[in-house]
């Protein structure tokens, strides 16, 4: 494998020398700001340099490059293959209803045959997280996961946009599916948020929207949680997230079942209730989460420390990283901290690439259950022997 990588500033339309324009079975990471991925001038040369690539990617919070986060750029991450071959499928979406459908349609149109692994970039805003990891994942074999994350739109929550092998849009999810057996794939997903308060049982819910915590309005009880952070929701919701937890995991919280964690998307005010990115299934019990800067870092490292188990001791040549955007928020002129964590556990001979997201989709580990997640560092290693 050999993997390269461009940045593109805010005004600077994309350039590429010969010595990058190379190999035909190449897959291209392309990830920036909602105003310039918007531009098709950013997608264009890139398509004319590399025709027969698969370009995937998507709008972001933040782009990672290296052990740097930046704002209003264009990362754009080259890679070749030795031994892998790719297929790649897209859907659009305009409704969150759809999701379980459009997870599944993506894997229908990808061969199963020699299938090791799948990336995923899906619409922030128009999806269901939760049931389009379970339609992904409903038939797949056994022994083939799936990692990604949903796009982002800064802290604004306008709108996001998916790269399909096309300029970017709106309402649209990718899936690139990586094929062969000399390919070795690593994942893990950590958070490190600290939960404090009261849990509160879902009483009221529909799908990704919560209505009730414990027969009251959740909108109601949340901001009165929040104080004088209630004037900006939905943004400085990103800073309180909840941590949420089946009967039992609840009942068995001391056996270190701590559950997923949730981001709110949007608020109804006229409804009192709450948009997340994921099932809010009534019967499970939230826990408002706050940051603890320390922990976030660790948990980025962790996530590394996990993600490299698979390796066999040697070092992945690529590393996709997708970290929330609630991380960075509260991390803020810190936030470079936990890029710098991964890079340190993974080592210098891995390249860094990805982006601050509306959610993570990934296992905690290998052999665990994929699922989205929200607040957490995600990563996928990714090498070739």
């Not at 991450?77 to 349609?105: N, P, Y």
């Not at 096309?166 to 990718?174: F, L, N, S, Y």
């Not at 901290?337 to 989709?361: D, H, N, R």
């Amino acid at each position: 494998m050999q993997v390269s990588q461009c940045v593109f500033p805010d005004g600077q339309i994309p350039h590429f020398p010969p010595h990058l324009r190379t190999g035909t079975g190449q897959l291209i990471l392309f990830f920036g700001s909602t105003a310039l991925l918007s531009d098709s001038a950013y997608f264009l040369p890139l398509r004319k340099a590399f025709p027969d690539a698969i370009i995937a990617g998507c709008s972001t919070a933040g782009e990672i490059h290296g052990t740097t986060v930046s704002d209003d750029t264009v990362v754009v991450t080259i890679i070749d293959f030795e031994h892998t071959h790719l297929h790649f499928s897209k859907v659009e979406i305009h409704e969150a209803a759809h999701s379980f459908a459009a997870g599944q349609s993506l894997i229908e149109a990808l061969p199963v045959t020699d299938l090791q692994h799948v990336l995923i970039f899906s619409d922030g805003l128009k999806v269901n997280g939760t049931e389009l990891v379970r339609g992904l994942k409903a038939d797949l074999p056994s022994h083939v996961e799936v990692t990604g994350g949903l796009s982002a739109d800064g802290a604004n929550f306008q709108k996001t946009l998916v790269c399909a092998n096309d300029i970017p849009a709106e309402g649209q999810i990718v899936a690139v599916g990586l094929y062969g057996q000399r390919l070795k794939i690593g994942y893990g997903s950590v958070g490190g948020w600290d939960t404090f308060g009261p849990d509160r049982k879902i009483t009221r819910s529909k799908g990704n929207v919560l209505y009730d915590l414990d027969g009251k309005p959740a909108l109601e009880l949340y901001k009165n949680y929040l104080g004088e952070h209630a004037a900006g929701l939905p943004s400085t919701a990103l800073l309180f997230p909840l941590s949420l937890r089946n009967a039992w995991q609840q009942r068995n919280e001391s056996n270190g079942n701590g559950g997923v964690v949730r981001t709110i998307l949007a608020v109804d005010e006229a409804e009192q209730s709450m948009t997340f990115a994921g099932d809010m299934p009534e019967g499970a019990y939230a826990r408002l989460m706050k940051a603890n800067f320390e922990r976030l870092i660790d948990g980025a490292s962790g996530a590394a420390s996990i993600s490299r188990s698979t390796m066999e001791d040697r070092p992945a040549e690529l590393a996709l990283l997708i970290s929330c955007v609630g991380r960075k928020l509260v991390l803020k002129q810190r936030i470079e901290e936990e890029v710098e964590a991964v890079g340190e556990m993974l080592g210098a001979e891995t390249l860094l690439t990805g982006f601050y997201s509306y959610g993570e989709i990934s296992p905690h580990m290998s052999g665990g259950p994929c699922e989205l997640h929200n607040q957490t560092m995600t990563i996928t290693t990714l090498l070739e022997i």
